[in-house]
């Protein structure tokens, strides 16, 4: 089997599989109809065909399949807005294109494992003072790099799995993927796998020449053919903010709605903080207290609560 890590012509630091499969992807989905060309009869592919997006784009079709092709380095950048104009691509998508065409450049192509930022212990303080909503710094690998006491309790079932990732961090994709219990866990399943897909997507934009990344890639999508399914289907997400619905096994199904923000970190690294919270009111809250309690430090009635040394 291909190494899905890899492109086909074998060059890990070559994103060109990955810009052509994209355009490809979106070409087949947009109907003909949708920006006024005729459907026709013949139509031997879905969607528009190549001198159509060229013809739209403003371009050759001759250089609109050079394109296609993924030869993508030295675009200039109203070219590319041209073309994600003729394709109707979304914000998220039009930014997922502008990062692999900086990614193509020769100056960036170079095979490297990105060293795990650590995470300066002002976030982490900041993270832990969230007492009563599980809060989580999340890498663009979708691990959890930090995360306060009622985070680790809310979702225990992923950071207790065997394979969620490694040195004991909790791993968005590998749960989702790997571990059966996932299903059990969260309630709207498929949604949640499909944003995970798209917000690794989106990560491969941004560095598809880190090789722990196209790791990831390449061992989910040899062991998950959900994986492989929607991973084919070339959705991207940048952000991901909205309701998380799950059935925790101590006490029982949560609500929460969750948002997150970009945290620039040193080195020039970006990571998401999250943070959930219940509706007022709401047994949901009920159950969040419940769980924070349990999580909450315990301090003998006679001593003052100090902070550790």
Known sequence: MEDPSENRTGDPTDNRSEIRDFLISRRAKLAPERVGMPTGRRRRVP???????????????????????????????????????????????????????????????????????????AVQWMVDSMTMAPAFVRSGRLDIVASNALCRALYSPMFDS?????????????????????????????????????????????????????????????????????WASH????????????????????EMTFRSLVLPLPQGAVHDLIIYTAEPGTPSEDRLKLLASWTAPKASPAEPIRPPR
């Open 47 to 121: 969607g528009l065909r190549r001198e159509e997006v060229a013809a739209l784009a403003g371009v050759s079709t001759e250089w609109y399949t050079r394109l296609e092709k993924g030869h993508i380095s030295g675009v200039s950048e109203d070219v590319l807005e041209a073309v994600a104009q003729a394709l109707h691509l979304n914000e998220d998508e039009r930014t997922y294109l502008l990062d692999l065409a900086r990614a193509a450049r020769p100056a960036r192509r170079r095979p490297h494992r990105r060293k795990d930022v650590t995470i300066p212990s």
């Open 162 to 230: 065997d394979i969620t990732g490694d040195r004991g961090r909790a791993s968005f994709p590998r749960y989702f993927f790997l571990d059966p219990g996932s299903r059990d866990f969260f309630v709207d399943w498929e949604d949640g796998a499909r944003a995970t897909v798209a917000l690794l997507r989106a990560e491969v934009g941004r560095a598809p020449h880190d090789r722990a990344l196209r790791e990831i890639v390449g061992e989910l999508s040899v062991l998950s053919p959900d994986f492989r399914t929607m």
């Open 235 to 254: 959705d991207v997400r940048i952000r991901h903010e909205g309701i998380k619905r799950l059935v925790h096994p101590e006490v029982g199904r949560l």
